[in-house]
């Protein structure tokens, strides 16, 4: 440990990039802590009973605290470090909790809200950084996109938490749940302590020796002389230099030619994930059963656990095939798939539902018509699964900001919106998906398979309209072509275990 890390640990590359996936699960604990109180008389009493819009801006207020901390990730991660960065968003998480825990009235409980979402901005943002810049290209979709699953495993475990304290009479059955939602984030801060940083992040910062034994660590056994550490350590020397000399100084440099374009493509996809309503319908799903008839704590749970487990399970198949599949055709399908989920949803509901009130809120309900109640609820569990949230973007602390700043908006008008609007909710979620496949039809190309260097070379190939024209060998280099760009005279010997490692 003199390192500062363990070196068996970060011999595995599935335990390095993975388990800092815990900061992704902190906000499906946070789905949970709330979707799992709408309906707890004791939450509803301690907190003035909040109706539509109160309810919204409670909910809303952990992703506005995101927002900030995505956009701090762009100091934070570059001057403390990925690991650092990571470390410091578990405590924060921590603090934000302990006052949700003691929250006696709403501006306590936003608060702590708040805070907890800077935790959960700082991770979100910094989590895919890296483990991009620290597994190796064969499997880094498949480690990122581990983070959704994370994801999918906090909203699970807390929910069947929050379920079993709803049983304990009193304030204390909002009160543990939030508490013991601490435990991952300690876990993750004072796990990370056994993870090595990121060796682009120390190049970045002339620490190239220490860079160069967690290579070797990752790599080769701990052996620095191993040609496949050398090269790599030699591509990320050119990757460092070239980004101080050419990468973007201040946020408009995101302006340029060819970078804007990235930045968009990046900005829009975090975009479309929010507009497909998912995460915000995780939140609301207690609304979503009511309106389909389905009251009571027993049915609440056996429709919700369903949909939470099969989050789990349905998200296995998108992390193990991401590589092979590629990021198109899994994002075409699925925007087209969820679209017509919701407007299915929307139509039963149309069909068969009428006003009414629950707990004294106006409620669109579905009363009499149980295939109905059952088709809405089989409905519901496919487009949960389907959208991958989503891929790397170039500038990752923006695109992820654009992520929390739409889940701020929409958590907060989706309660008044089905408060008013009803059913119409899911028509206007659907025609987001709609547009959602259109545009990354169009327009985003494949980047599976490819190192951070060699996507250059697709966006170089221009098809702004036409993406799908962009062939999946585009960019792909040979040892010969690399070291040749890069004047470095390493031998065959270095040819052939880079072409392993492609």
């Given at each position: 440990m003199g390192k500062g890390y363990n070196a068996a640990i970060a011999g595995n590359p599935y335990i390095v990039g993975s388990f800092a996936c815990i900061g992704g699960g902190l906000f499906g604990l946070d789905i949970s802590s709330m979707s799992g109180v709408l309906s707890n008389d004791a939450y509803k009493n301690t907190f003035g009973n909040p109706g539509s819009n109160a309810q919204?801006?409670?909910?809303?207020?952990?992703?506005?605290?995101?927002?900030?901390?995505?956009?701090?990730?762009?100091?934070?991660?570059?001057?403390?470090?990925?690991?650092?960065?990571i470390i410091l968003s578990g405590w924060i998480w921590?603090?934000?909790?302990?006052?949700?825990?003691?929250?006696?009235?709403?501006?306590?409980?936003?608060?702590?809200?708040?805070?907890?979402?800077?935790?959960?901005?700082?991770?979100?943002?910094?989590?895919?950084?890296?483990?991009?810049?620290?597994?190796p290209p064969a499997i880094r979709g498949r480690l990122v996109s581990m983070q959704q699953w994370s994801i999918t495993w906090g909203i699970l475990i807390q929910y069947f938490v929050e379920f079993g304290c709803s049983y304990i009479d009193g304030v204390a059955s909002f009160r543990i749940p939030w508490g013991l939602q601490m435990i991952p984030a300690i876990i993750l801060s004072l796990g990370m302590l056994l993870f090595p940083e990121s060796p682009?992040?120390?190049?970045?910062?002339?620490?190239?020796?220490?860079?160069?034994?967690?290579?070797?660590?990752?790599?080769?056994?701990?052996?620095?002389?191993?040609?496949?550490?050398?090269?790599?350590?030699?591509?990320?020397?050119?990757?460092?230099?070239?980004?101080?000399?050419?990468?973007?100084?201040?946020?408009?440099?995101?302006?340029?030619?060819?970078?804007?374009?990235?930045?968009?493509?990046?900005?829009?996809?975090?975009?479309?994930?929010?507009?497909?309503?998912?995460?915000?319908?995780?939140?609301?799903?207690?609304?979503?059963?009511?309106?389909?008839?389905?009251?009571?704590?027993r049915g609440n749970l056996i429709a919700d656990s369903v949909q939470y487990v099969l989050n789990v399970l349905l998200t296995i198949p998108a992390i193990i095939?991401?590589?092979?599949?590629?990021?198109?055709?899994?994002?075409?399908?699925?925007?087209?798939?969820?679209?017509?989920?919701?407007?299915?949803?929307?139509?039963?509901?149309g069909r068969f539902g009428h006003w009414d009130s629950i707990d004294n809120n106006p409620t669109w309900v579905i009363t009499g018509h149980d295939a109905a109640t059952k088709a809405i609820i089989v409905s519901w569990t496919y487009p949960a699964e389907i959208f991958p949230m989503r891929v790397r973007a170039k500038a990752v602390s923006v695109s992820t900001a654009t992520n929390w700043l739409f889940n701020f908006a929409l958590a907060w008008a989706v309660p008044p919106g089905l408060s008013t609007i009803a059913y119409k909710t899911y028509f206007i979620f659907g025609t987001f998906n709609f547009a959602a496949c259109i545009h990354i039809f169009?327009?985003?190309?494949?980047?599976?398979?490819?190192?951070?260097?060699?996507?250059?070379?697709?966006?170089?190939?221009?098809?702004?309209?036409?993406a799908w024209k962009v062939d999946r060998n585009v960019g792909k280099k040979t040892v010969h072509d690399v070291l040749k760009d890069g004047k470095i005279d390493t031998g065959s010997e270095h040819e052939e275990h880079y072409n392993e490692k492609a």
């Open positions: 919204g801006a409670i909910v809303a207020s952990m992703p506005a605290g995101s927002l900030v901390g995505a956009l701090a990730v762009t100091a934070l991660a570059d001057k403390l470090g990925r690991k650092r960065t921590v603090i934000g909790s302990i006052l949700q825990c003691a929250a006696v009235n709403r501006g306590m409980l936003v608060a702590g809200r708040v805070i907890s979402g800077i935790s959960v901005g700082l991770a979100s943002a910094t989590v895919p950084i890296y483990q991009s810049e620290i597994t682009r992040w120390l190049i970045d910062h002339n620490r190239n020796e220490e860079a160069l034994q967690i290579l070797a660590d990752l790599h080769g056994k701990g052996d620095k002389t191993n040609d496949l550490v050398q090269l790599e350590y030699a591509e990320i020397q050119q990757q460092v230099q070239f980004e101080r000399t050419e990468g973007a100084k201040s946020y408009l440099d995101l302006l340029k030619p060819g970078v804007f374009r990235r930045v968009g493509l990046g900005t829009s996809l975090q975009m479309w994930s929010q507009l497909s309503g998912m995460n915000i319908m995780m939140y609301y799903i207690i609304y979503v059963f009511q309106g389909a008839g389905l009251t009571g704590r095939y991401i590589d092979r599949w590629g990021r198109r055709p899994m994002l075409v399908i699925g925007t087209l798939l969820m679209g017509f989920w919701l407007f299915l949803v929307g139509g039963l509901q169009f327009c985003f190309p494949e980047t599976a398979g490819r190192t951070l260097e060699e996507v250059e070379e697709i966006f170089a190939q221009g098809h702004i309209f036409t």
